[in-house]
């Protein structure tokens, strides 16, 4: 809620027309939770609450955000599962459906797609988890244009969001037949070190949360 704030303040001199407020990308560190919490490929997590408790806590984080932003300008939710959440954020992503479903100021897309796009003015951004394994940069050029060829033609500037990584990333990439090209921005993370991080020495990154100003014409 901090960085909500500070980001509300950097963008006051901005006409806000709409919030995209993508949810998701391992929110849940664990999607399985019995005998032992774990991914939902089963590897074994670490988890200081019980199951319940961090699912009704990350609902109630959730909502207070979204309805913070919605008192300010309507607001676009987008539902991302990730590798480690992907059952589990669609539950949450039902239960907004319905806890918002007579409020005209929010939208949640929770379709079961992993890829989901959100056209604005001539801009098109794409988000998935983005786990390299599981689809290489160099095929996310082509899905684009594959999946939503009309968003395609209709817009000028394309990129990804993705998270799996949680550090900030940018990559480039293009196609050399027909030179269009696509920015593929990993988001960083705002979550701490776990211990599974500091026995591996992943301890050097610096978490943070990042949002971007979208311009309907440049």
Known sequence: ?????????MAHMFDIEEFLFPIGNDF?????????????AGTPQESDLRWQKSFKIGREMTIQAINFLSNIAPVKVVV????HDYQKMFYLGDLLEAYYEKNENVEV???PKSRKYVKYGVNLIGFTHGRPTDIPESRLLLLMPQEVPGLWAETKY??????DIHHKKKVS?????DHQGINIRYMRSLKGTDSWEYSKGYVGSI?????YIWDKEH
């Open 1 to 9: 809620f901090d960085a909500l704030e500070y980001f509300l303040n």
């Open 28 to 40: 849940f560190n664990s999607d399985k939770d019995y005998p032992f919490p774990s991914t939902t």
């Open 80 to 83: 991302v599962p990730g590798n």
């Open 109 to 111: 897309d929770n379709s």
């Open 158 to 163: 394309r990129e990804w969001h993705c998270g």
């Open 173 to 177: 990439v293009r196609s050399e037949e």
């Open 207 to 211: 978490g943070g949360a990042e949002a």
